[in-house]
């Protein structure tokens, strides 16, 4: 939708082959469903379910829409649906701390296995160990939990991938930064945190048995940061598993070596890895690849002749290289093709860094080539490989705003169903359930949340599932009066707009307060049209206004207009900068209720500075924000 593709390829033994690809085509008529609430929801990995229909999976932050009931600051996500891509149920477990699932498969039974990261120290699920647990949770076929168990030490572990066993066991991947419970014979760590740029941990690699119980449970890796992002099990027995490693030593090296754009001191790049572990749990090999930035592996798949698949992405781009001299390897998305003893068969590249190319997840096809999900250009997209890597079709998927795929599944009557996040309400996307008050049609900006999106391609990459619900135009954020709000919408089916009074009836909610307004519509032709839709908008403070600046020495007072006592706000803001500096430098301060001046100091003398303010009342921890006053410049500080 908002660009073509550039397709390079790299020959195992020759090289760079630059070729014109395929070109980059809009989806169809069909529509990326999104489910969630007012907050950021999202889905990190999809299965189609043995008895039909698709289970996904992923994370929560929201208490309304199709969310109820958060217990903490972000709940693990599961919904179920249909084989038209309709809600059969949503759910979310967790507790009082963060919690998310981020890979999920299939059981015969009906059920599911999911796999994550929990840190509550009660809720749903077992109480962590220390800052976070992985975690493995088996569900039945209406989402209730059967049982759950976690693994860990003190400090941050998590699984990021799970695969199905013959023997109805299971293979977890991820990566842990403990030394101890059930973590041994960990790496050595450097001595504080601040020694590992982007954090330290091994890769983390565990066999359990049908109920979850741990079989054996190792760790691979060096003095800085390993980690496993998929694992596929080999056509041996074995497991597959690949991610990513900025480590020297251990037993997942990088190939490269420190250099200037990846930092100073002993900070390696990230390079992608894959690694070969036996059935018992040793490492056979592993190998791993990149350019002089970072490069990662994020989903892989095993391939019948004993080697596997991968996807990811890469981050290197050649120093000198410009939109006028386009670059002989400008990163992007990537795929690769390995033998049984981890030897580099095909390498390719699609897109660019620039484009934020990358690929999330990859799935086979009958044909014996592939289909890859991820993002590019700020849009979810879906391309479609024959067995040697070359693209075949590549299409993007969503809005004006940010959309992605991350994972992707067979459908077994024909395409296949990917799942991942949105931030649109408009093009492909089926409307927005986040924070519709904060989305502007008119503007470049937005502060919209994501929801967690599903949609099912046929053979073509053509969108197959329409709307299933009401789509109701976003509009922004409403001011208080004092008085009920009652905000004018819009509502759309399929595109086709409905008619307020003969089609749909409105309800308000009371709306006279800062904090949630609430509004609901409800078609009367249920035969005709989907059920009634809520939407929860923002209704912020009246703005204040800064009444005066007095300067002293380094120092400057402000004082504003006082707001309403009827808003029972919070407290107020401000915002301050060198008068002429960039606009995104703002320092602020935040003030009480009770005060309505404050005092700015260690401010430079003889410069002017530019002030503003706004008042804010949290409301069951979500801050709303009144607009900004208008900005006022001080005078010369003494």
């Known amino acids: 939708m908002k660009s073509a593709c550039i397709f390079v390829g790299v020959a195992l033994v020759s090289g760079l082959l630059v070729s014109p690809g395929v070109a980059a085509e809009a989806a169809s008529s069909g529509k990326v469903l999104n489910y969630g609430g007012t907050l950021g929801d999202s889905f990190a990995s999809v299965a189609a379910l043995s008895g039909g229909g698709y289970v996904a999976v992923g994370h929560t932050e929201s208490n309304d829409g199709d969310l109820t009931a958060n217990k903490g600051s972000g709940d693990a996500l599961v919904a179920k649906f249909n084989a038209k891509g309709k809600k059969v149920w949503l759910k979310n477990y967790g507790g009082t701390g963060l919690d998310e699932f981020s890979s999920v498969v299939a059981t015969a039974d009906g059920g599911f296995v999911a796999v994550g990261s929990s840190g509550s120290k009660s809720g749903d699920l077992p109480a962590t160990k ?3 647990d992985a975690i493995i949770a088996k569900f039945d076929a209406k989402g209730k939990k059967v049982w759950a168990r976690n693994y860990g030490g003190s400090k941050f572990d998590e699984f990021t991938s799970v695969a199905a066993l013959s023997d109805g066991g299971y293979v977890a991947v991820g990566r842990t930064v403990s030394s101890n419970g059930d973590i041994s014979g960990s790496k050595d760590f450097p001595a504080s945190d601040e020694d590992c740029e982007q954090g330290c941990g091994d890769a983390l690699i565990a066999r359990l048995d049908a109920n979850g119980k741990k079989v054996w449970l190792k760790n691979f890796g060096g003095l800085y940061h390993e980690s496993f992002a998929s694992v596929a099990v080999a056509a041996d027995g074995g497991y597959v598993a690949v991610g990513a490693t900025n480590t020297s030593d251990g037993e ?86 390995f033998d049984a003893n981890g030897t580099k068969l095909w390498y390719k590249l699609s897109g660019s860094e620039s484009e934020g190319a990358k690929f999330h997840g990859i799935a086979p096809t ?13 849009d979810a997209v879906i391309a479609k490989l024959d067995a040697n890597g ?45 924070n519709n008050s904060s989305i502007l049609p008119d503007e470049t900006t937005y502060d919209t949340a994501l929801d967690a999106s599903i949609a099912k391609v046929d053979a073509s990459g053509a969108l197959a599932w329409q709307s299933s619900s009401l789509w109701i135009t976003p509009f922004n954020d409403k001011t208080w009066t004092g008085k009920q709000i009652k905000p004018k919408v819009t509502v759309k089916v399929n595109g086709k707009k409905l008619v307020s009074g003969s089609d749909y009836t409105i309800t308000y909610g009371t709306n006279k307060s800062v904090g949630p307004g609430t509004l609901t519509v409800k078609p009367k032709h249920t035969a005709a049209y989907p059920g009634a839709k809520k939407v929860v908008f923002m209704i912020i403070p009246k703005a204040v206004s800064i009444k005066k600046i007095t300067v002293g020495k380094k120092q400057a007072t402000v004082t504003w207009t006082k707001a309403s006592a009827a808003q029972k706000i919070t407290g107020y803001e401000i915002n301050y900068r060198l008068k002429g500096n960039d606009e995104t430098y703002w320092e602020y301060v935040s003030v009480s209720a009770k005060n309505l001046k404050k005092t700015i100091k260690s401010l430079k003398q003889g410069k002017q500075y530019v002030f503003r303010v706004l008042a804010v009342k949290k409301v069951s921890g979500i801050d709303y924000e009144s607009a900004w006053s208008k900005i006022k410049t001080s005078p010369k500080i003494k």
């Open 252 to 337: 997942l090296p990088t190939q490269g070596g420190p250099t200037a754009s990846c930092g100073s001191g002993d900070r390696w790049c990230y390079d992608a890895v894959i690694a070969k572990i036996s059935s018992s749990g040793k490492l056979v090999w592993s190998k791993s690849f990149g350019d002089p930035e970072d490069d990662y592996f994020t989903s892989v798949a095993a391939t019948p002749d004993g080697g596997a698949v991968a996807v990811g992405f890469s981050n290197y781009t050649p120093p000198g290289d410009d939109e006028s001299d386009p670059p002989t390897s400008p990163g992007g998305a990537m795929i690769a093709k």
């Open 366 to 378: 009958a044909d014996g080539g592939w289909l890859a999900a991820g993002e590019w250009d700020e």
């Open 390 to 434: 070359e693209q075949l079709w590549l299409k993007h998927y969503g809005g004006s705003y940010d959309d992605k795929f991350v994972s992707v599944v067979a459908n077994t009557s024909g395409g296949w169903v990917a799942v991942g996040d949105s931030s649109s309400y408009d093009g492909d996307v089926d409307g927005n359930n986040g």
């Open 130 to 132: 220390g800052d976070s």
